[in-house]
């Protein structure tokens, strides 16, 4: 049962510190809960967009522990509201706070898709996969709206460039149309997140996220359509969804995909006490044996960092979250592979259109 004072639609239970700022939100935070009290209205939950123009989009990976050299991010913060996200952090240094504001105020980079056309337009460019949404859900809510990543589609058709794809959002299903047109020459392919068979856990845990039923719907229609499809079972969280590994294996097979992911939740800087509130709040019955169970994982830490195990963990549980996926992929997609994307037609299409020799 959840605990009273629970924010019902949203994951974060309020905002934090800013660690790049020295004034603090506890300060706001307690002057609105004082307003509250008092009866006054001080602040709308309603979702803000802030346009920007920034002067890149695609961004090299460095990391050695995600399986992508670039990507690129058409929204900075996510309305889902996935109260484990990693991406959290990153709205601190854009001046926000990582818990509400995070959700609650969305930058839109109205000027993406030029500015991938003029990437991809560079002599010294050479085709590699590009990845849209390394940070933030390229199909969350705001994209109705303003069509952004559609656009960016356009632009990697017109100039025949690979690109894969993550969401949780059944709004991709809108862009059948170009995703076909790229699976043809085999230049995309799509991760769907898929954390748990439950929707009562998916409502606590990713808020303003595609139901469960729709984004097995989505790996459907993709699959039938001959778009390659990966679902992350990610991350998996220990006494929460880490139950459900052979049982979303076998539903993403069902539906089509051709292979699963999967990491385990790793609650780096303030994420952890932004997950440490939402827990005692929404799931307070398991709050102490999550919290035990996650840090079991990550040497007895909430927060990790390290290179080579901080996708994965380590120890007996994080041992067990792994041989449970390797059962899986070997009962469910033991005829199946994720695609390389083709990269061999870009340089014949550098201009926009086919380059006549």
């Not at 706001?28 to 307003?35: K, T, V």
């Not at 890149?56 to 484990?84: A, F, L």
């Not at 299903?173 to 699976?183: I, P, V, Y």
């Amino acid at each position: 049962m959840k605990k009273e004072g629970y924010i019902k639609g949203r994951g974060a239970q309020g905002n934090v510190k800013n660690s790049f700022l020295e004034m603090s939100h506890e300060f706001r935070d307690d002057f609105l809960e004082y307003c509250r009290r008092e009866g006054e209205e001080v602040e709308s939950d309603k979702t803000q967009f802030i346009r920007v123009f920034p002067k890149t989009i695609v961004n090299k990976v460095n990391s050695t522990d995600v399986g992508m050299r670039y990507s690129m991010n058409m929204y900075q913060g996510c309305e889902h509201g996935c109260i484990y996200c990693y991406a959290r952090n990153s709205h601190e240094y854009w001046g926000y706070s990582a818990g509400l504001d995070f959700e609650r105020r969305i930058l839109v980079k109205e000027n993406a898709a030029q500015l991938l056309e003029e990437k991809l337009r560079k002599k010294s460019w050479k085709a590699y996969t590009i990845m849209m949404s390394g940070n933030t859900d390229c199909y969350q809510p705001a994209e109705k709206k303003f069509r952004i990543t559609r656009k960016c589609l356009e632009v990697f058709y017109r100039y025949r460039h690979p690109v894969e794809i993550i969401t949780k959002n059944a709004l991709i299903t809108r862009d059948l149309d170009l995703l076909e047109g790229l699976a043809a020459d085999g230049l995309v392919a799509v991760n769907i997140s898929i954390t748990s068979l439950s929707e009562e856990i998916r409502r606590v845990l990713e808020p303003r996220t595609a139901t469960i039923s729709r984004r097995l719907e989505t790996v459907r229609q993709l699959s039938e359509r001959n778009i390659p499809v990966n679902v992350m079972i990610a991350p998996i969280i220990p006494s929460i969804n880490s139950h459900e590994i052979l049982p979303l294996a076998k539903a993403a097979a069902d539906c089509g995909a051709v292979s699963i992911g999967h990491t385990v939740v790793r609650l780096n800087g303030v994420v952890g006490e932004l997950f440490s509130d939402w827990i005692r709040k929404a799931l307070p019955d398991r709050a102490d044996r999550v919290l035990h169970q996650i840090a079991e994982c990550h040497g007895g830490s909430l927060n990790d960092s390290r290179y080579g195990t901080r996708m994965v963990g380590e120890g007996k549980i994080a041992d067990q979250i792994s041989s449970m996926v390797r059962i899986a992929r070997k009962k469910y997609f033991a005829d199946s592979t994720y695609p390389h994307l083709n990269t061999t037609l870009h340089e014949s299409y550098k201009d926009g259109q086919l380059k006549l020799f």
